[in-house]
């Protein structure tokens, strides 16, 4: 069973910088592309970032330019460095493959103050 943990959420300004984590274990787990989503209150979850093990990305439009997504596979890490965040930014993120394959962990808060 693989259980996937994030963390690095908070509260920040509009305008400011937060770095997200992902570990992912689990008895030889290998991960394949992985994601991460977002859900905000009163919205479906959504697909913001991917990338391969081969380090190709995606991303959404309203995140382009502003969210970097990388992994250490060798660790089984997944980041997201978000810059210039915006309150609609505000949501809870998760990660998981994509398509997703793994129990949903408890994902990570993060509020963006205007």
């Known amino acids: 069973q693989v259980q996937l943990v994030e963390s690095g959420g908070g509260l920040v300004q509009a305008g400011g910088s937060l770095t997200l984590s992902c570990a992912a274990s689990g008895r030889a787990v290998r991960l394949n592309v992985m994601g991460w989503y977002r859900q905000a209150p009163g919205k479906a979850r959504e697909l913001v970032a991917a990338?391969?093990?081969?380090?190709?990305?995606n991303y959404a439009d309203s995140i382009k330019g502003r969210f970097t997504i990388s992994r250490d596979n060798a660790k089984n890490v997944v980041y997201l460095q978000m810059n210039m965040l915006k309150p609609e930014d505000t949501a809870v993120y998760y990660c998981?493959?994509?398509?997703?394959?793994?129990?949903w962990g408890q994902g990570t808060q993060v509020t963006v103050s205007s």
């Open positions: 998981n493959e994509n398509p997703w394959r793994f129990p």
């Open positions: 990338i391969t093990r081969g380090a190709n990305t």
